[in-house]
């Protein structure tokens, strides 16, 4: 999981629309390490000069100034490596693991009073015959219990950890595998030893046996630590976990604890909430996705079945901007309102990307104040403004100033209309907001229950099973542009289908559309580094593709080898909600197939924009209810910031705060990756086998 910025929104981009288009250009990729040096620098001030709105078609692959002529560097020389990545290390519930040792929800029951019997369906009791859910209900987070460090996703956070963390961690595995062995266990046994034996070198070999880079891995605590990670104030609220030192380069990524049961969610028997007296309000932010109109539905119909009259129900318009915008009143959300708006796609309130980041310093992290210092890192309130970190940056004060002021205004607004339930569908970012609100509120003594429900077409909302939509998407990328980039491609002579989707983190969709296709020849993902030319490069593979069979299909997220279209001393520039602004990898990969191949005829195709507009099909539509009614339930039982999500196949509460650390991304070297390339044949485009993977992005059990 990497934190690479919070929200949904998305850059500009200039890819051709979804209507194919052809090139018969005989461009060519420019002068790589044997061009002369004044061309090369000449080119690379064109690079930074063009604006990130512009023609992006005529960005150019950044080169390497040195190595073989002709080879481009490798995009893991390039990453850039001050981004932390969060992981989280979840062990597996045993009978013997105590109820309470569960990941905690925040609540407003204290302001909130006495609880009293639900009235849902009260007026027709004979509707709702099913049982209630118990706040001592529990999930496990993790259900695998791994053999070896070796297994697939078992080799997260045991390279490099600190003398002590390492020997604590030592201590504690060898006195289970004595137990174990005690016990006869042998199989415990081997693995706690392994384990050790493992975690004994100062740097260890990530991945599988495949991979041969080595990460740099920091601990927030020791494994043997019985508190969490995460620590929560007197309020039950989470922080942000941060490095307390920018300039330390202890490592890249580091490992949080959870703890291994989740709440679940449901209806409760008892509720905190008379309804007549509440007032509800639902928002969407960030990207219109399938589903967003089947959870306002729910949600509607949900808090009108426990007795909330319909006049009380609000929608906000165009996202937080309906807050403050005269001009986008609240709308009533009566039956007729929205009685089958399930059957269209996007959302009937409207959304925006109005809302400001918090500012992140160097490491990546939120920073904030009011921090508790545990283990070199620092858990820091997620409501307060601070710029402690931003090392006298005005534009992140600016930042983090636009930040408070949006949450002042919306706290007004939520206490000056009296919202005492407050619903944000939406992604990252929307959910990072909803987590500072319900803090806001419960700073303030408001008796307002804030509520999420995570929203990504990515499908990179950490812990969840998968977000609603996905599915959604997933499906129209599947039947529609890659089946017909296959039969574009079949159909030319030297055709290459060429089909980018949506993936700026995360490269879920485009693995999973390219193993439900069954057409794909090559699937690039931000997660895994590749190189475009070279022997093993992917412009080689292609060329030896069409040799092969005269075609060739590639599905590329949106984000991947965006380090080989920005210098490496160019930052990437990010926008307002702190999502990096992306250069246009289709532009380039075309760019660079007709370069290789000049008489190829490449077919590109852009669908993104197109596949998340559509209706929710049935899947989603099931899913999208179930997270609408949980998300009110969660209110009336006083829950607030937190997300409701569907964790090994049940539905749980979840803290927004904790959630929204950083985001789900794809393993390179775990099982679903792994699987797409068996099936397909696709070898790691690296020509030196000394690049560093990207971490595992699973949960390991110690």
Avoid at 9 to 20: K, M
Avoid at 128 to 135: A, K, L, Q, T, V
Wanted: glycine share 10%.
């Amino acid at each position: 999981f990497t934190q690479q910025g919070q929200g949904d929104v998305r850059g500009s981009s200039n890819a051709p629309s979804a209507s194919s288009s052809s090139s018969n250009s005989n461009s060519t990729v420019p002068a790589t390490d044997g061009g002369s040096s004044s061309s090369t620098q000449q080119q690379s001030k064109r690079d930074k000069a063009q604006p990130v709105g512009g023609e992006v078609a005529a960005v150019p692959l950044v080169t390497s100034s040195s190595g073989a002529a002709g080879t481009h560097r490798a995009a893991a020389t390039i990453r850039r490596q001050h981004e932390k990545q969060v992981l989280f290390v979840i062990p597996p519930a045993t009978l013997e693991t105590p109820i309470s040792d569960v990941l905690v929800c925040p609540t407003m029951r204290d302001l909130l009073g006495e609880p009293r019997p639900t009235t849902m369906f009260k007026d027709h009791p004979d509707i709702w015959e099913g049982r209630f859910s118990s706040d001592d209900d529990r999930v496990t987070l993790n259900v695998m219990d791994f053999a070896s460090p070796s297994s697939t996703g078992a080799n997260i956070c045991l390279p490099d950890l600190h003398a002590d963390e390492m020997s604590a961690l030592g201590v504690t595995l060898a006195a289970k595998a004595a137990t174990a062995a005690a016990a006869g266990d042998s199989r415990a046994s081997q693995q706690q030893t392994s384990a050790v034996e493992g975690g004994s070198s100062s740097s260890i070999s990530g991945g599988s046996s495949s991979s041969s880079g080595s990460w740099n891995v920091t601990c927030a605590s020791t494994a043997a630590a019985d508190d969490e990670t995460l620590n929560r104030d007197d309020d039950g609220f989470y922080g942000n976990i941060n490095n307390s030192n920018d300039d330390d380069d202890d490592g890249n990524v580091v490992c949080v604890r959870l703890p291994p049961y989740a709440m679940r969610a449901g209806p409760r028997e008892q509720i905190y909430y008379d309804p007549a007296t509440v007032t509800a309000a639902i928002v969407t932010t960030g990207n219109i996705c399938p589903g967003m109109n089947d959870v306002i539905e729910a949600m509607a119909k949900r808090l009108v079945d426990y007795g909330v009259p319909e006049d009380q129900v609000l929608g906000i318009r165009y996202g937080t901007r309906g807050f403050t915008a005269k001009d986008a009143k609240p709308v009533v959300l009566t039956r007729p309102k929205i009685d089958g708006i399930h059957l269209t796609g996007g959302t009937i309130l409207g959304t925006s990307y109005d809302h400001h980041r918090v500012h992140r310093h160097a490491s990546g992290y939120i920073s904030a104040s009011d921090g508790h210092s545990s283990n070199g890192y620092t858990t820091t309130s997620s409501y307060e403004e601070s710029t402690a970190h931003n090392g006298g940056n005005s534009g992140a004060a600016a930042d983090d100033q636009q930040s408070s002021d949006e949450l002042e205004a919306i706290l007004h607004k939520l206490e000056f209309w009296r919202i005492n339930h407050f619903f944000v569908i939406g992604g990252q970012g929307g959910n990072q907001l909803a987590a500072q609100l319900a803090e806001g509120c419960k700073q303030r003594k408001v008796p307002c229950c804030i509520v999420g429900v995570p929203k990504s077409v990515d499908n990179d909302v950490m812990l969840v099973d998968k977000t609603f939509g996905f599915d959604t998407v997933v499906q129209e990328v599947v039947q529609r542009p890659l089946l017909a980039a296959k039969t574009e491609a079949a159909s030319a002579r030297k055709g290459v289908g060429l089909v980018k989707v949506f993936g700026r983190r995360s490269g879920w969709i485009a693995l999973q559309a390219s193993l439900a296709s069954g057409v794909v020849d090559v699937c690039l993902i931000p997660e895994e580094p590749f190189e475009m030319q070279g022997p093993a490069g992917v412009l080689e593979y292609i060329k030896a593709l069409i040799e092969k069979k005269g075609h060739a299909v590639l599905c590329v997220a949106e984000g991947a080898g965006q380090d080989l279209l920005y210098p490496e001393d160019e930052p990437i520039p990010v926008d307002d909600a702190g999502n990096p602004l992306l250069r246009d990898i289709g532009a380039a990969l075309k760019k660079g197939i007709k370069a290789v191949i000049p008489d190829a005829d490449v077919k590109y195709i852009d669908p993104t924009y197109m596949v998340q507009a559509v209706p929710s099909n049935s899947q989603d539509h099931i899913y999208c209810r179930i997270l609408g009614f949980h998300a009110v339930d969660a209110a009336f039982a006083g829950y607030t910031g937190v997300m409701v999500g569907q964790v090994n196949g049940h539905f749980v509460l979840l803290p927004s705060a904790v959630v929204t650390q950083s985001a789900r991304r794809v393993d390179p070297s775990g099982k679903s990756w792994n699987r797409l390339r068996a099936a397909i044949g696709q070898p790691r485009f690296q020509n030196s086998k000394t690049v560093d993977m990207p971490v595992s992005a699973a949960s390991q059990a110690y």
